[in-house]
Each structure stands twice: as structure tokens, then as C-alpha cells.
């Protein structure tokens, strides 16, 4: 049976997030336009009532992208990346989450719906009510393209598994897990997964209502 994910699980896993976007912040080693927009991401959460819960939009979808994260451990091994902190304290819930896909049917891709699927935990229509910023766990299986998209929020990822090729722009290369990607304001992205499935956490600000669209 699917449980629901606790609130108290999911504090957890935010504040594991917001202490590795702050470790990145502290250590000064990040590109002049990701650390402004990680210490963005910082202020805005610092500002969201996490004592006030939704906990219908906690509940569990029981989205089919969930067996595309079989393969994932429910523990790390060991954890020998930055990173794993904040995958450790997403795995073990990761059939609890409140999985959702919301772009219509694509007649190229007829189960795209059913292999990718975003699991947001704040922003306007999440557990946790903000209507500055967002943020939330991407889960794309492997071998799937997440085709051409834009929305008009600034983007932050944080790669936590998989290496998947992504477009930004006219630019195209892998990125290994503990990349941290910046998607500007409307910029044309596309996201390619590997032999493993990919799971990213993400982060809007700006227009955090206007929903992503795929290109035509």
C-alpha cells in the first residue's frame, strides 16, 4: 500500500536541501549567477510558513513514474558526495511523494506521462504555500526525453542520480550528479536521461504560476 509522506519527513528533506543550497552558497565556488539566484532560492524559503500544512497535497499520487525509481536504493551505499545527504532523506519516501504530470498528451511520446513526473513540496498548489518560490524533486526514466520546453520562473536543478544529457539553449552536455543547473527566464531546455533513470531537485522563483509549455 502507498503511505503518505509525514510532514515531518518532508521538513527533513527540505532542510537537507536548503543546507546543501547554503553549504554551495558558503563555499564562494559557484558561478556569479547561481549563487545570486541560490541565495534567492534561501530568502524566499525563509519566508514560507512551514508550521501550516496542505496535508491534502501531501497525500501520495501513486503516479506510475514511481517504478521508473526502482532501481534506486532506498539508503546510499555511502555518502561519498555532497549530495547524498539530500538524496538520503528523499529515497526512503520516494512512492510517497505527491508525484504529478500536467502538460497534455503528446501523440510522439503517447507514455511520457506515465515515465516522468515532478514531486513539488512548495510553491502555489504544494503542501507548503508560497507564491515566490518552488521547490521540488524531477524524476524522468531512463532513456526518456523530456522534450523542448520554457517556462517564464528561473530554474535552479541539483542533480541527485543519473547523468542525463542536457540542452540549455544551443548548448548540449552531460551533467553528473551534484551539478547545479541555471535555467533563465523563458530559455528553451530539454533534459535526455541515461541508462539510469534521472532524479533532480529544482527550485522556481519569479512567475512561479505560469505552468511550463512544451515547444510546438
Given at each position: 500500500?502507498?503511505?503518505?509522506?509525514?510532514?515531518?519527513?518532508?521538513?527533513?528533506?527540505?532542510?537537507?536541501?536548503?543546507?546543501?543550497?547554503?553549504?554551495?552558497?558558503?563555499?564562494?565556488?559557484?558561478?556569479?549567477?547561481?549563487?545570486?539566484?541560490?541565495?534567492?532560492?534561501?530568502?524566499?524559503?525563509?519566508?514560507?510558513?512551514?508550521?501550516?500544512?496542505?496535508?491534502?497535497?501531501?497525500?501520495?499520487?501513486?503516479?506510475?513514474?514511481?517504478?521508473?525509481?526502482?532501481?534506486?536504493?532506498?539508503?546510499?551505499?555511502?555518502?561519498?558526495?555532497?549530495?547524498?545527504?539530500?538524496?538520503?532523506?528523499?529515497?526512503?519516501?520516494?512512492?510517497?511523494?505527491?508525484?504529478?504530470?500536467?502538460?497534455?498528451?503528446?501523440?510522439?511520446?503517447?507514455?511520457?506521462?506515465?515515465?516522468?513526473?515532478?514531486?513539488?513540496?512548495?510553491?502555489?498548489?504544494?503542501?507548503?504555500?508560497?507564491?515566490?518560490?518552488?521547490?521540488?524533486?524531477?524524476?524522468?526514466?531512463?532513456?526518456?526525453?523530456y522534450p523542448a520546453h520554457r517556462h517564464p520562473a528561473v530554474?535552479?536543478?541539483?542533480?541527485?542520480?543519473?547523468?542525463?544529457?542536457?540542452?540549455?539553449?544551443?548548448?548540449?552536455?552531460?551533467?553528473?550528479?551534484?551539478?547545479?543547473?541555471?535555467?533563465?527566464?523563458?530559455?528553451?531546455?530539454?533534459?535526455?536521461?541515461?541508462?539510469?533513470?534521472?532524479?533532480?531537485?529544482?527550485?522556481?522563483?519569479?512567475?512561479?504560476?505560469?505552468?511550463?509549455?512544451?515547444?510546438?
Amino acid at each position: 500500500m502507498t503511505m503518505t509522506l509525514s510532514p515531518q519527513a518532508a521538513l527533513v528533506a527540505i532542510d537537507a536541501l536548503r543546507r546543501h543550497f547554503a553549504q554551495r552558497l558558503a563555499a564562494r565556488r559557484e558561478r556569479p549567477e547561481i549563487a545570486a539566484e541560490l541565495a534567492k532560492v534561501l530568502a524566499l524559503l525563509d519566508t514560507v510558513d512551514f508550521s501550516r500544512i496542505d496535508a491534502e497535497r501531501l497525500e501520495a499520487s501513486g503516479h506510475p513514474v514511481v517504478t521508473q525509481l526502482q532501481a534506486l536504493p532506498r539508503v546510499p551505499s555511502a555518502l561519498a558526495r555532497p549530495t547524498d545527504a539530500v538524496l538520503a532523506a528523499f529515497l526512503p519516501h520516494l512512492d510517497a511523494l505527491p508525484w504529478r504530470y500536467s502538460y497534455a498528451p503528446r501523440a510522439d511520446a503517447p507514455d511520457i506521462g506515465h515515465r516522468m513526473a515532478w514531486a513539488e513540496l512548495v510553491g502555489p498548489i504544494a503542501p507548503f504555500k508560497s507564491d515566490e518560490v518552488c521547490l521540488g524533486l524531477t524524476a524522468i526514466g531512463p532513456g526518456l526525453l523530456y522534450p523542448a520546453h520554457r517556462h517564464p520562473a528561473v530554474e535552479t536543478y541539483l542533480v541527485l542520480h543519473g547523468t542525463a544529457r542536457w540542452t540549455t539553449g544551443q548548448t548540449t552536455c552531460p551533467h553528473p550528479p551534484g551539478t547545479l543547473i541555471l535555467h533563465p527566464s523563458n530559455i528553451v531546455h530539454a533534459m535526455e536521461a541515461g541508462d539510469e533513470p534521472l532524479l533532480a531537485a529544482y527550485a522556481w522563483t519569479g512567475d512561479v504560476h505560469t505552468l511550463s509549455e512544451y515547444l510546438s
